[in-house]
């Protein structure tokens, strides 16, 4: 900007609210700026009432940019506190935050999962050829399979241990089922992979962790009722990997 710039001129018609909050924080603008306006203030009668009001304003706006810091630094502890059994692992963490972790990870699957099923679902609506079957029900029905476990597991309730559990089992045996085929009926392996492999790696680890007593524990599953609790959930896992609609979690796909 010119050195000769006319600042009288340019604040001239500001009025004496707004002069005197630039004048009171003056960072930002220039000193040429700041004496133009002082010289404007000195010209006006200057109520009380005016003074009231711009420091009004700049308490309004102190507030405003604290309230926002303060958002903006429980945000961060938040997912800081959120994150914290992936940033820092450690063996005597939170359980809960650990469970949250996984259940976001399998919402998000879930999300795309229900997306591509409701457009199955809207392109079989449109098929005039097509009819509604006792399957295509049961594709539906499955749908609810992973909110109910989360809810169950968010509620620290047992039968969402043993539905979660369940699930894991189930992907993880309908993994290694193909390769069992494969490999009784001397048919080349497909399909492997070191994708595949630490897929099925996360799983036993999953299988491990759920077992673990502290996590029984915290579903109220008393530790004598822990052979019975897993023979539940293989028993859920056998009837799910029999039903139509693949009512699978997300996390543990049939296609990894």
Known sequence: MDVDF?????????????????????????????RAINQLLDERAISQQEIDEAEAELHALDNKAKNKRHRANTYEDNTDDFLEPVTHPGAERNLAKWLNVLLVVIGIQYLGLLYNV???????????????????????????????????VLKRNRWGWALLFAGVLNSLIAAIIPFVYQFAYKIPFQGVSATFIMFQLIKVGLCYFLCRNNMLDYFGIARKEKEKAILTAFLIAALLSIMPGYPVLPIITRFW
């Open 6 to 34: 006319d600042f009288y001129s340019k604040f001239k018609d500001y009025t004496t609210v707004a002069l005197l909050k630039i004048s009171k924080r003056p960072a930002g603008y220039r000193a040429e700026a700041i």
């Open 118 to 152: 409701i457009k199955d679902q809207i392109r079989l609506l449109q098929c005039d050829d097509c009819h509604f079957t006792t399957f295509y029900y049961l594709v539906v029905v499955a749908q609810i399979y992973t909110p109910i476990v989360g809810y169950l």
